[in-house]
Nanobody, 121 residues
Framework: QVQLVESGGGLVQPGGSLRLSCAASGSIFSIYAMGWYRQAPGKQRELVATITSGGTTNYAASVKGRFTISRDNAKNTVYLQMNGLKPEDTAVYYC???????????????WGEGLQVTVSS
């Protein structure tokens, strides 16, 4: 099994910044991809950013240039630096892992509990 511990959410003013982190645990040998998705009220969950173990990144068009995703493979942790936040960024942000190899088995599409990010003045 995989456990994901998320932190860094909260309330921020428009134009401000937040840094989200997500640490994975569970006798993990490797994680191919880690990333963040979000779901705003009345909308479906959408991809925000992903990063592979090799450092390849993928961003939603709406956040490219403002958000930066990174990871520490030794710590099995992914980060999302969010700058220039806008009210439309308000959502619950979910950490996601793909193709996690553990001592117990391999796991796809493992999700965190979610973090509330609110951008408001």
């Amino acid at each position: 099994q995989v456990q994901l511990v998320e932190s860094g959410g909260g309330l921020v003013q428009p134009g401000g910044s937040l840094r989200l982190s997500c640490a994975a645990s569970g006798s993990i040998f490797s994680i191919y991809a880690m990333g963040w998705y979000r779901q705003a009220p009345g909308k479906q969950r959408e991809l925000v950013a992903t990063i592979t173990s090799g450092g390849t990144t993928n961003y939603a068009a709406s956040v490219k240039g403002r958000f930066t995703i990174s990871r520490d493979n030794a710590k099995n942790t992914v980060y999302l630096q969010m700058n220039g936040l806008k009210p439309e960024d308000t959502a619950v942000y979910y950490c996601h892992t793909d193709s996690v190899l553990t001592a117990r088995g391999a796991y796809d599409d493992w999700w965190g509990e979610g973090l509330q990010v609110t951008v408001s003045s």
